[in-house]
């Protein structure tokens, strides 16, 4: 069964669902599943507001703040400097804190690294799996 959409009004205003058919083989009939899509403004509507939409003002710092001053004390991003340029070294770098602070896989690094302050002190870094691979 295809979806479809319908057009509730609900107190004066018109609203946007998105409706799924399905059946319900406990009771034997069929059901609606429906999702809100938006008001509806004429012949448009508004969408409705999404996590995605909204700008990302909020970054890790506080769990960082002990491995980064470590790496500093002990100079390990020098000692790293001598063997690898400035990006694999970040890229070392922030692996290790990951593995200290909040071990994922190589796979999940990337997300975890979008959502901390190293990502705005050191920017966007090549995190992806391949390049973990080929770095190691």
């Known amino acids: 069964m295809r979806s479809f959409t319908r057009v509730k ?7 946007i669902y998105e409706i799924t058919p399905y059946y319900d083989p406990a009771t034997k009939k069929t059901r609606h599943h429906s999702k809100y899509l938006g008001k509806k403004l004429g012949d ?3 969408p409705v507001k999404t996590k995605n939409n909204l700008p990302k003002n909020c970054y890790t710092m506080g769990e960082l703040l002990l491995p980064m001053q470590a790496v500093r004390e ?3 991003d020098e000692l790293l400097s001598f063997y690898l ?10 692996m290790a804190i990951n593995r200290v602070v909040e071990p994922d896989p190589c796979y999940l690094i990337e997300v975890w690294y ?9 920017g966007q870094l090549p995190l992806c799996g391949q390049t973990l691979r080929k770095l190691l």
């Open 85 to 94: 340029d400035d990006k694999n070294v970040k890229t070392v770098l922030s």
């Open 74 to 76: 002990l100079g390990i």
């Open 9 to 15: 009004k609900i107190n004066g205003i018109e609203y």
């Open 44 to 46: 448009s509507m508004t």
């Open 114 to 122: 979008d959502d901390t302050m190293i990502f705005k002190i050191s």
